[in-house]
T-cell receptor, first 117, second 114 residues
Framework: ETGVTQTPRHLVMGMTNKKSLKCEQH?????MYWYKQSAKKPLELMFV???????ENNSVPSRFSPECPNSSHLFLHLHTLQPEDSALYLC????????????????FGSGTQLSVL | DQQVKQNSPSLSVQEGRISILNCDYT??????FLWYKKYPAEGPTFLIS?????DKNEDGRFTVFLNKSAKHLSLHIVPSQPGDSAVYFC?????????????FGTGTRLQVTL
């Protein structure tokens, strides 16, 4: 399988549940990202991992906890979410330049549509 | 404050005509701009890009124009086809080293009608 794969595609959870989103990339990239897409809003960058090190946390509430065990896998652990957290969560990956900066072109997964009841 | 703005949430164009999608930005330090296309139930896919040192980039039916003085870019699709119906996101790259990242607009939904 190639590209960026996200599971599950859909997730419904209660506010007291704990769940995890999974992302896997088969592109040999070294940077991985979590984005949130809410209706009528821009894609919001949540977290960036560059060679497994978190380089960006865009003021995300602690009820979202990312984990990057290696350059190919990325998780987003969810607990005690709120209904306003319902959105499409997109994972992406990209190459990293020799300077350490991430390449401009991102490759996205299909996303996990999350509904919090 | 949104640094990348797509002021038209939707656009409808007849098949065969030109589609023009617009994007404005506020940060003059952005060095690279990209357009992504998104179908329902799929992730965004890269379409075309342009460096800030250029004013035009063409790839088949798709052309991106950059006006740095106006902080404006546009995507032209000609001729438009029904398969082009999707949401189009404008994105801008900025920052250096590990602080580099993409900033996205809200998207424009293009509907190409028969």
């Amino acid at each position: 399988e190639t590209g960026v794969t996200q599971t599950p595609r859909h997730l419904v959870m209660g506010m007291t549940n704990k769940k995890s989103l999974k992302c896997e990339q088969h592109l040999g990239h070294n940077a991985m990202y979590w984005y949130k897409q809410s209706a009528k809003k821009p894609l919001e960058l949540m977290f960036v991992y560059n060679f497994k090190e978190q380089t960006e946390n865009n003021s995300v509430p602690s009820r979202f906890s990312p984990e990057c065990p290696n350059s190919s896998h990325l998780f987003l652990h969810l607990h005690t979410l709120q209904p306003e957290d319902s959105a499409l969560y997109l994972c992406a990956s990209s190459r990293v330049h020799g300077t350490g900066s991430v390449e401009e072109k991102l490759f996205f997964g299909s996303g996990t549509q999350l509904s919090v009841l | 404050d949104q640094q990348v703005k797509q002021n038209s949430p939707s656009l409808s164009v007849q098949e065969g005509r030109i589609s023009i999608l617009n994007c404005d930005y506020t940060n003059s330090m952005f060095d690279y701009f990209l357009w992504y296309k998104k179908y329902p139930a799929e992730g965004p896919t890269f379409l075309i890009s342009i460096s800030s040192i250029k004013d035009k980039n063409e790839d088949g039916r798709f052309t991106v124009f950059l006006n740095k003085s106006a902080k404006h870019l546009s995507l032209h699709i000609v001729p438009s086809q029904p398969g082009d119906s999707a949401v189009y996101f404008c994105a801008a790259h900025g920052g250096t080293g590990t602080a580099s990242k993409l900033t996205f607009g809200t998207g424009t939904r293009l509907q190409v009608t028969l």
